[in-house]
Structures are given as C-alpha cells and as structure tokens.
C-alpha cells in the first residue's frame, strides 16, 4: 500500500519555527514498524509552515496515498480537520486515519465522516494490524486499540495493552521515509530518540496517565544507541530524548550516558526533560556523566515554586525529597545548582495561573524564573482532555476559553479564583521575553554562525507586538501585548481551507469491552 504519514505544521510561542523545527518520532517510528513492502512517506508540516495547502496538494499528487494518516495534539485538531477535508476533496478514494494525543483522549471528536480510522494510545503494533487487514480484507474488529468507520457508525475495540518495548520487539524508526528536510535546533540539524516510555507519576495536569496509564518501560539501551546512531548517519547534530520521564530510573540514565561515550556518540547535543528530585539526589554522579555525554540542556518540570500550587498540580513527590530525620523539602533549588555546577543550561518548566494564583503568587513564580533558570518555559494550566486538572478547572467554572486550536500552553484559557485570564497571560509573557534575551549570549558562544544570520529575527520574534513607540516609552505594554495576539491570532491560520461541517456518526462497541483498561495502573496495584 501506498502510505503517507503527516504531522500538523502548528506551533507555539516557545517553539518559533525560525529556531526550532523538530521532527515527530510517532510517524518514523510507525513507518518502521509497518511490513516493509509498503511505500510510506512521512511529512512533518512544521518544516512547510507557510505553503501547507500547496505542500499538502504536491505530497497527495506525488505519493498517491491509499492511506493517509495524521498526527495530532489537541491545539492542532482545527488545523488537522482541515487538512483531512482538503485532502478528501482532492483525493476521495484515499482511506484516513487519525492518532496521537487527541485523537486517543478525546476519540469522540474524530467519529466523522471524513474519519476512516482512530488509533488510540500506542500506534505502532495497531497501525501495522490495520494497514495488513485492510491488505487482506480481514475483520478489523480484531484489532485492539483502533476504532473503525463502519458505514455510518464508528464501531469501537477495545484498548491494547502498552507494549513491552524492552523485549525489542519495536523496530527502529524509518527515518529514511521522511520526505521534507529542515529539522533544526539553533541552526543545528535535530533529531528525536526515545529511550524509554511511560511514567509512573500522575501529575494532574499531564496527558499521559490518561494516555498509557502510570508504568515505565526502557527501551534496550543497545537499541538506543543504534537509533542515535542512525539519527547522526542521516546529518542530526542534536538529540532530543522525547522521553516522558528519563529520570525514572537514574542508574540507567548514567549507564546511557557512559554507554553514549563508550560508543563514540558524544560529539552530539543532547536535550532531555525530567524532574528535580533525581538531580537533586543523584547530580554529582549524574551530571558530570551527562556533561561528558553531550547533555547540553535540561528541561526541568518544575512546575511551580509555592507548595499550594504544586499540591494543585500533583507534582509535589517528583519535586521534593525527604533525608534521614528531616522534613520533606523542595529540590528545585538543589536541581538547578547542580546541574550548574556541571555546565549544562536549564530550561525551567514552571505553570503559573492555577485555581488560586493571585498575581503575588505568578510574581514569585516569574521572579524565581528570572534568577534560576537559563531559558523559561512558562506555561499556562491547559485543559487538555482526561486530565485530573481539567475536570478540576471546569468544576469550578474557571474554563473561559473553549477554541481548542488556542489550547497551545502559553495562551491562558483559564481563569484563576482572582485573576482574568488575560492578565495572567500578560504577566507571563511581559516578564518572559526579557528572561529570553539574556540566554542569547551562551547561544552566540555555541551557534554564532546562526545568530549572525538569524540573531535579529529572533530578537523581532521574542518582541513581536512592539514597535519603537513602545521602545522609546511612548506607549505601554498592554498595546504590544494586544498586537501580539492579534499576530499569534493570524498565526494560527496555517491551513488556508474551510473548516469542515460538524457531524458525528454513532458509535458502538464493536467487541464486547472484554479489557477496558489496558495498562497497570500503580495506585490500584498497592491498594491490593
Ligand atoms: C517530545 C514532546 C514534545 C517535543 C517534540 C514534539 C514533536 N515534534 O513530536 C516538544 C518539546 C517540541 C513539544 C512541544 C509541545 N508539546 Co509536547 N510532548 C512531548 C512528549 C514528552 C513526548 C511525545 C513523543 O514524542 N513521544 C514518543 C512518540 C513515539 O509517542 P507519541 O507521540 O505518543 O506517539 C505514539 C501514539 O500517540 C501514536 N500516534 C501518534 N501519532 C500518530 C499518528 C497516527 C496516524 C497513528 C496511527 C498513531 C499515532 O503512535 C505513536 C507510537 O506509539 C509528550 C508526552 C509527555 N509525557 O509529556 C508531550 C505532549 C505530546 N506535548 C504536549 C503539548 C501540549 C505540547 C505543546 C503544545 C506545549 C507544551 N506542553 O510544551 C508544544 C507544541 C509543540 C509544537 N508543535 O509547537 C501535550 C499534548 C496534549 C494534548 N492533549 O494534545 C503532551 C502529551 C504533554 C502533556 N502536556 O501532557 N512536545
Ligand atoms: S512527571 Fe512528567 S511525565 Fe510524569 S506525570 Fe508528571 S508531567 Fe507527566
């Protein structure tokens, strides 16, 4: 079969696409895992922001898809239904199915006509099942984690169970499918690996629990350095870990980074997320090692500086840790320190506007921010759908903004108990346009080529709004900040087609749910 895999061209304030164009693992790693007599091509849209429609059109005409499948986060389902309608129209035969983030949690968006198939959590195992069904004509309703088209119903299996990825029964992605080129990192071609899946904490505003339940799973790290390593063959000059949470385990992070060394991988950037607590407890073995593997930037889940709000925001254990005969204390401080010491930069990923923040309490968060970290990562609580936090938001009346395509993280589409929604979007984005500016040094030290050519668009990207009245004081903030959303408005627009008509099929449960959780889920497993 002829397969054509996209992912959505949106981005988000903290991603400008001038400076960061990062690939989507879902759709390689499908592409690998799919029988390899089909043809599958994979476009990542990020890399064509401007012509969507015309790339769209030329891909379609090009590759000739029997079936096209999307990517899709939740801030990206406008954009995605209106590539879905465009392609239909120009290409009526070809089958369509949908994955990732929105798709799976919120799957009841996606029975619509135009809608062939939904695969919901893991894709790999239940796309090649779908992909050989429909190459054989075999019943689709044996196939778990996907919900079919049927006619006028969407019939409904059930989940499949979360894949053991140690035994290395996944291959490894297709990068060679990848039809455009432009990944980047700061001028730096990127690339993304995984080393591991799942998590086993249960953070209320995270997608993830909902997603696969809370387990952890490690791919071999034999597997992992092949993956660099095929990343680097094809040109990556820096790796991001998409790991949900690599600091799960840190006795085997330090053998990946020693094995990174071990095999000649370390000429490369690497970036990774994880928490404080394991930084805190385990830096001065852990980050040297990083160091000499290459980690250049660490994304640090934060979250929040004030204990009421991480108590809000569950992520209280991953950020504290409790010595011999002493309280419970905050590592965050510990984290950063550490993680310093070692050279290596810290992007702080803080959320501020929760129920109860007053603007003392995003102040404090803003200033922590301003001393600590190297590159903020503020964002704003989202209501994505199935998680803890939005059932939270919207029991109490503070979701104010329901326009999904707006659901990107640094627009406030919430409101707290003491504050408009946008003026805690004005407080973060005032405060963190600054923060940037001071990381460009480091960068000119490491990419000056890029900055030479690029320094300039990105400083006019971090100001945009501002104009030099603004600069000489001859207006307030408050009008670069309306001009800045009105640009991030406009922006938003990326597929120039209709949207198409709202209609929903039925739905049915195709076979009796005879396994309706499909993960092991950690609470459960201690209450008995
Ligand atoms: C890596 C990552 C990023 C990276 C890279 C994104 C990229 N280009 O892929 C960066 C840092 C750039 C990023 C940014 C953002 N991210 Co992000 N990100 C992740 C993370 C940590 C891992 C995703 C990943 O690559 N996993 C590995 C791959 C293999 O798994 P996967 O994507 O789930 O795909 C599997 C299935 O979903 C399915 N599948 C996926 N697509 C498809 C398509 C088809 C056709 C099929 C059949 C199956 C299928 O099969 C795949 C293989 O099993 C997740 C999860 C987490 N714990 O936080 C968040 C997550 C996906 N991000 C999220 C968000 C909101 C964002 C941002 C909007 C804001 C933010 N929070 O930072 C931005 C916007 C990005 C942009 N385009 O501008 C949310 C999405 C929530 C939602 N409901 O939409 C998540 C879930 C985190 C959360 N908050 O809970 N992100
Ligand atoms: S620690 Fe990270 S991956 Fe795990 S639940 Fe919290 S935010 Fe999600």
């Excluded at 135009?114 to 790999?124: K, L, M, N, Q, Y």
């Excluded at 004030?306 to 309280?327: I, M, P, T, V």
């Excluded at 009245?469 to 408050?478: C, D, H, K, M, S």
């Amino acid at each position: 079969m002829r397969i054509l895999l996209l992912s959505m061209p949106d981005s988000f304030e903290h991603m400008p696409s001038l400076a960061i164009r990062m690939p989507n693992g879902a759709l390689t790693s499908l592409a690998g895992n799919l029988d390899p007599h089909h043809e599958v091509a994979v476009a990542d849209l990020v890399l064509a922001q401007s012509a969507v429609r015309e790339t769209v059109e030329r891909l379609i005409h090009t590759h000739v898809p029997d079936l096209v499948g999307l990517s899709v986060m939740t801030f990206q389902r406008r954009t995605a239904k209106r590539i879905i309608s465009f392609i239909r129209s120009m290409a009526p035969d070809a089958q369509i199915a949908v994955g990732g983030y929105d798709p799976s949690l919120a799957p009841d968006v996606w029975t619509y006509p135009d809608v062939d198939f939904i695969v919901r959590g893991e894709g790999e195992l239940t796309f090649r099942e779908l992909v050989r069904s429909l190459e054989r004509g075999t019943p689709l309703a044996a196939i778990p984690g996907l919900w079919y088209r049927d006619g006028t119903v969407f019939q409904r299996n059930a989940m499949r169970p979360i894949a053991p990825v140690e035994d290395g029964s996944l291959s490894l992605p297709k990068r060679s499918a990848r039809v455009l080129s432009g990944y980047t990192v700061l001028g730096r071609q990127v690339d993304v690996v995984e080393t591991s899946r799942g998590c086993t904490f249960d953070c209320s505003f995270c997608s993830i629990i909902e997603m696969r339940g809370r387990n952890f799973h490690r791919f071999p790290i034999s597997r992992v350095l092949d993956d660099i390593a095929d990343a680097r063959t094809r040109g990556a000059r820096a790796i991001f870990f998409v790991d949900d949470n690599i600091t799960i385990d840190v006795p085997r992070f330090e053998a990946l980074c020693k094995a990174i060394v071990e095999r000649g991988l370390h000429d490369l950037d690497y970036i990774v997320q994880g928490m404080t607590a394991p930084f805190a407890t385990h830096g001065d073995t852990l980050a040297p090692l990083m160091k000499k593997a290459g980690f250049r930037y660490v994304f640090l889940g934060i979250e929040n500086i004030l204990e009421d709000d991480l108590a809000f925001l569950k992520a209280r254990a991953k950020n504290s840790r409790q010595s011999q005969g002493q309280a419970r204390r905050n590592t965050t401080l510990e984290a950063i320190d550490v993680l310093h010491r070692h050279g290596l930069f810290v992007v702080g990923g803080l959320i501020v506007g929760n129920p109860d923040d007053t603007r003392e309490s995003i102040t404090a968060n803003l200033t922590f921010a301003r001393h600590y970290v190297d590159w903020p990562y503020i964002q704003h609580p989202t209501p994505y759908p199935g998680t803890p936090m939005t059932r939270e938001f919207r029991e109490r009346g503070l979701i104010i903004n329901e326009r999904f395509d707006e659901y990107d993280g640094t627009t406030a589409v919430t409101r707290s108990a003491h504050l408009e929604a946008e003026e805690i979007e004005f407080l973060r984005w005032e405060a963190e346009r600054w923060m940037k500016v001071r990381h460009i040094r480091s960068v000119v030290r490491h990419d000056p080529a890029f900055v030479l050519r690029n320094g300039h668009r990105m400083f006019a990207h971090t100001f945009r709004g501002s104009t030099w009245r603004t600069a000489v004081g001859l207006e307030g903030a408050r009008d670069a900040f309306r001009r800045y959303r009105a640009i991030r408005s406009r922006e938003r627009e990326y597929m120039d087609w209709p949207d198409p008509p709202v209609t929903t099929c039925e739905t049915r449960d195709a076979a009796p749910p005879a396994m309706t959780k499909h993960f092991v889920d950690i609470d459960e497993l201690i209450r008995q």
